[in-house]
């Protein structure tokens, strides 16, 4: 089996895969691991593979165009593959999962960092979205450790939703172009498609996050004019038992 891992950190990676069991399945040809650095296929003079997001905020969102140089050579050399995003906003991993993916013969496992990824690389190419590991979340909410304390207390499941979409330079990519809310400068038009963007991208993956998730009266009225009030709602009735206990939608 071929793993390929995409990262902007490959010397992070040596010594974990080069201990105990790892180091016996590629020392007896069971597993080949390869690590490309994302660096690699930058497109400018300073290496750089992040820019800020679109329509403002805390910290820096990874650029389609690197990653997508980093997939299209790992599949070049080495054959078609599952490309997966190591993501908070991913499956949970399992091990129903994990023995579901050791069938397949080649996996490209891309390793998301900063705030994110531009999510028109994800629309692109990843076919598979899986949870990050622990070390990596539980980090990232150590005081000191990011640069920027906001990004931690708005990171996934902080304020319990996924976060929404990221987008970063260049504004048109591969003929997919950055939402026009995240354009206008408007700062309560993007907060608010940022927030129904964050509620509909829970509802699709984990809309069990919503049993106990509460909304201010504004949140609610917005959810209200965007229909997705009720979809909410009986979810929340439906963790309560019955469809008559009042909802946390007030």
Not at 65 to 91: K, N, W
């Amino acid at each position: 089996m071929i793993f390929d891992i995409i990262t902007i950190f490959p010397e992070l990676l040596v010594s974990p895969l080069d201990e105990g069991i790892i180091r016996r399945a590629r020392q007896e040809k069971k597993v080949e691991i390869h690590t490309t650095n994302v660096r690699d296929y930058a497109l400018d003079k300073h290496a750089m593979t992040d820019d800020r997001p679109f329509g403002g905020g805390e910290g820096m969102v990874m650029k389609p165009e690197p990653l997508q140089g980093a997939v299209a050579a790992v599949l070049a050399a080495r054959g078609d593959a599952e490309v997966i995003l190591m993501s908070p906003q991913g499956e949970p991993f399992n091990q129903q999962m994990a023995q579901e993916l050791a069938t397949m013969q080649h996996l490209v496992l891309v390793c998301g960092r900063y705030e994110g990824i531009d999510e028109r690389f994800q629309q692109r190419h990843v076919t598979r979205e899986i949870s990050m590991v622990v070390v990596d979340a539980v980090t990232r909410l150590i005081p000191g450790v990011l640069g920027c304390a906001a990004s931690a207390e708005k990171d996934t499941f902080s304020d319990g939703l996924l976060k929404h979409p990221q987008y970063t330079r260049p504004r048109h990519w591969e003929g997919m172009e950055v939402p026009k809310e995240l354009l206008t400068g408007n700062h309560e038009q993007i907060r608010q498609y940022r927030f129904l963007a964050a509620v509909k991208r829970t509802l699709e993956r984990r809309p069990a996050m919503f049993r106990t998730k509460s909304f201010t009266a504004a949140e609610t009225k917005l959810l209200k004019q965007h229909g997705l009030y009720q979809k909410i709602a009986a979810i929340q009735n439906a963790n309560n038992g019955n469809g008559n206990e009042e909802t946390r939608c007030p």
